[in-house]
C-alpha cells in the first residue's frame, strides 16, 4: 500500500555534525533524499554545487524570495538560506523522505506550512565538545567562532518545539537514532489510515 514520503526537518548548532549525519544517512537509505538548501555562504572547501548547497548572490537569492521558490528562508549569520520548494514536495508525493538541514527560525516556518512533518534537534554531548569541534576545523576566525557559539545558546532555548532530541556523541549512534524516529513516525496510526481501511480495520 502507498504510503506519502515524510518530511524532516535536522537543526543543530553549528559544529555539531549533522552534515555528516545527514550525508550517512542518505547513502544507508535509497528512499532518503536530502534536500538541497540554496545560500548566499562561500563554500567551504570540498564542497560542491548542487550537492552541498545552490550557490547565490545575494541578488539571485532576492529574486528567488520574489519569485516564490522558497518553503522558508532566513538570514543566518550574515548571509541567507532557503529550502526550494519543488523538489521537496515532489519527493514526499511520489513516497520518498526528505531530509532538511535547516536552523530553528526556518523549521518554524516549515512547521506553521507542513504541519504533519517530523521536527530532531541534534545536540552535540556538551557544549565544551560543540567549542572543539567548531575550533577543530580552522576554517574560521576568533570573532566567527564566538558568534557560533553565541548562536547555539539561542538555538537551543528553541529545542520545546522539536519532536525528537539526538545527541550526536558518535556518528552510528546518531544515524541508528535518526533512524528508530523515522520507523515510529511511518508505523503512526494518524500516517496509516488510507492502510487500516484497504485491509478492513478501519473502525468507520
Known sequence: MFQKGLLVVLSAPSGTGKSTVSRL????????????SATTRAPRKNEVEGKDYFYKTTDEFKNMIENDEFVEWVEYC????????KYIEDSVE???????EIEVEGAAKIKEKYPDCVLIFMLPPSFDEL?????????EKPEVIENR???????????????YVVIND????????VNIIL???KSKVKRNKDLLKHIGFDRR
Open 25 to 36: 544517512l542518505v547513502q544507508r537509505n535509497d528512499r532518503l533524499r536530502l534536500s538541497v
Open 78 to 85: 550574515g548571509n541567507y538560506y532557503g529550502t526550494p520548494k
Open 94 to 100: 511520489n513516497g520518498y523522505d526528505v531530509l532538511l
Open 131 to 139: 567549542k572543539k569541534r567548531i575550533e577543530g576545523r580552522g576554517t
Open 149 to 163: 557559539l553565541k548562536q547555539a545558546k539561542r538555538e537551543i532555548e528553541y529545542i520545546d518545539m522539536y519532536d
Open 170 to 177: 558518535s556518528l552510528d549512534n546518531a544515524i541508528n537514532s
Open 183 to 185: 520507523e515510529a513516525e
